[in-house]
């Protein structure tokens, strides 16, 4: 083979290696959603047809489930995300670490970071920059609308409430210790916004759990994961716990346990997680039903 047609060949060669790589040469939108609720957020804008791939967060609908699984939300790699040839990421706050982020987006991948915040404001803000970065202004600014509007309607009755339990939120980490929420996170950003006080407010964000700290905590309810719950062996076996049974969330069998995703999730369910975690913890008052939505209603 000639010098010149060697040539020819390696460049061939590497132009065809490049434009399939490049997510500039797709013909078609391929997205990758990174956040559970971020994913639930393309799923309300009827947007999932553009799906290419997901984090292991993206557990609602059942049929996000089905998509390759690119990674826990903060452990994600540049390689695993580049492998499905996106040509838009669509990454929550807490997708990371950056530099994963930065090599990819050096690759020519654009990518839509959200900002975090737990307010339900920041939420339909996330819906709209969502419906802008998918060109569906039209459907965001729809389901925004109606998500402010539900968010309106439950916190009004919320704050009707005149009692405000107090609230213990348990996080199982994985295989690691448990932990209770402070101040500046999602789960006391719910306990608030349904009319309960965080009955740890000494620290930020979450802390291993210390038998002596929640015991003088004194919850009138205690809080946790559905699958947190199951795995210590259910609602008895944890409220009978050394340092839960002295406290009156153990005395009056008050824990309340909801999914993960659904109660901290921060996505576009987030006024009806508000309504519904608001009964748990006023029995007491009758809350009105919200509509169902479409986005609250999927398999």
């Known amino acids: 083979m000639s010098l010149l047609n060697f040539r020819h060949h390696v460049f061939a060669g590497a132009f065809i290696a490049a434009a399939f790589a490049s997510p500039a040469h797709a013909e078609e939108p391929r997205i ?20 290419v791939g997901v984090d292991s967060t993206s557990l609602y609908p059942k049929a996000a489930r089905e998509f390759p699984d690119v990674g826990y939300v903060r452990q994600l790699s540049a390689e695993g995300l580049l492998s499905l040839r996106p040509t838009l990421i669509l990454a929550g706050a807490e997708a990371g670490p950056e530099a994963a982020l930065t090599q990819t987006e050096a690759a020519g991948v654009r990518i839509v970071k959200l900002e975090e ?38 916190l009004a009755e919320v704050a009707q409430i005149k009692t ?14 448990m932990l209770v929420s402070g101040k500046h996170t999602a789960a006391n950003a719910m306990i608030e916004l349904a009319g309960g006080v965080n009955a740890v407010s000494e620290f930020s964000g979450y802390k291993p ?10 919850p009138d309810v205690i809080l946790m994961a559905s699958d947190t719950v199951e795995a210590l062996g259910g609602a008895e076996a944890v409220l009978s716990q050394t340092a839960l049974a002295p406290t009156p969330a153990a005395r009056d069998g008050r824990l309340v346990s909801m999914d993960a995703l659904y109660l901290a999730g921060f996505g576009p369910r987030l006024a009806h997680a508000i309504h519904d975690l608001a009964a748990e913890l006023h029995p007491e008052h009758e809350f009105a039903p919200l509509p169902a939505r479409p986005w609250t209603e999927a398999e």
């Open 32 to 51: 990758v959603s990174v956040g559970g609720s971020t994913t639930e957020i393309v799923y309300a804008l009827d947007a999932e047809s553009d799906l």
């Open 117 to 154: 915040g737990y307010t339900p404001e920041e939420v339909a803000k996330h819906i709209e920059a969502i419906g802008a970065a998918l060109g569906r202004e039209e459907k965001a600014a729809e389901v925004a609308g109606i998500f402010r509007a539900d968010v309106k309607a439950v």
């Open 164 to 177: 405000h339990p107090r609230v213990l939120f348990m996080l199982q980490a994985g295989r690691g210790p």
């Open 209 to 218: 759990f210390s038998p002596e700290a929640a015991t003088l905590a004194a």
